[in-house]
């Protein structure tokens, strides 16, 4: 075990996975605004408007905010990049993620704390060295053994590379969630089919879907079956986190702004657990088989441990979408809070909740609960049953607001 500080780093989409890395137990979170990152699709996305807030609610919790701008910068977004920049500088947002020259050069000019992109494809100590001139972290290539990580942080340590704050520069890896069948992220395919590009966080996922193959002489055609053969399985490390550890690196990075509050808890908690148990010599294969079933549960297409252990090609997925093991299904939404008496209210928006089901709240204060609805009070009454109309109420700790979302927890039929 390495006697530095390693930092759990989480994925922010939405206030309610803010809320959901903190409570999991996240030293830090990322998260992006406008079109000038690579979720810009995300259906949560903040707006620059909300940089204040994430940072007051970050730093509060004591916690820290870094902001992706890692996207391809063209002429027309530099003005929206100064506005950016000025309310991140404006508000103490502890660091930007980037790979474009034309961000690290302003984030250097306006002295804001810079952390060099995966999309950079560091991949090297010569590499490393050149961008220590400007950052304080680096994130490295995706594809990288943990033997080419030992070998960078051993490097860093030998020839005593700083960065820009004068401290040895950090090395951040990626450690759970989505790969993708390109370098670092770096793909076309989207682009050429749907004018869509993924280097502008407008990614179509052409990928993940299945194909036939065609033989340009004779036509025949098959149908790849089984595999997504450019789907790749999604990374998990918490088996093999005490040997991520020992590479010598200093952040772990958890892939996920587009995923629900639920997937960042899950993850961010399992992955907090694992540290502290390697921190306490408690690591073991009981342990790591606990973590995986609860991985198991969020969004994933399947795990492998990347390219980590020497793999030269990847695993692909076997079916499209989610292989998780239980499915949250929405029912409603939040309608009143009671704080007197500490009472939430839901209205049932489609669907229904029988008395004995595993629900799911999601939202800005409460990050995520999920709880089994032992007794139901509906629309004032104890009742077995609430569909679509009625209003639910609870005990609940935390204020709720309209934007909260109400699920059901099932179970998958193929787990």
Known sequence: MKEQKIELLAPAGSFACLQAAINGGADAVYFGVEQLNMR??????????????????????GIKAYITLNTIMYGHDLQLLRNILSEVKAHGIDAVIASDFAVIEQCNQMGIPLHISTQANVSNIEAVQFFARFSDVIVLARELTLKQVEDITK????????????????????????LCMAVSGKCYLSLHSQNASANRGACTQNCRRPYIVKDAETNEELLIDNEYIMSPK????????????????????????????????????CYREALHAIESNSFSNDK???????????YNRGFWEGYYLGHRVGEWTSSPGSAATEKKIYVGKGSKYYPKISVAEFIIETGSIKAGD???????????VKEKAETLMVNGVLG?????????????????????KLYKIVETVNG
């Open 40 to 61: 810009a699709k995300s259906v949560n996305a903040f707006s620059v408007t909300d940089i204040e807030q994430v940072a007051t609610v970050s730093h509060e919790n």
């Open 155 to 178: 490097e860093v340590r030998r020839r005593k590379i700083k960065g820009v704050s004068g401290n040895l520069i950090k090395i951040e890896v990626f450690v759970h969630g989505a």
């Open 234 to 269: 999604d990374l998990c490390t918490i088996g093999i986190l005490d040997q991520v550890i020992n590479s010598g690196a200093n952040v772990l990075k958890i892939e996920g702004r587009s995923k629900g509050a639920d997937y960042v808890f899950t993850t961010t908690q």
């Open 288 to 298: 790591i088989e606990d973590w995986l079933k609860r991985l198991s549960t969020v």
């Open 358 to 368: 595993t629900i799911m709240i999601s939202g800005q204060y409460c990050g995520v």
């Open 384 to 404: 077995e049953e609430a569909v679509r109309g009625d209003k639910i109420t609870f005990p609940f700790s935390t204020k709720v607001s309209a934007n909260d």
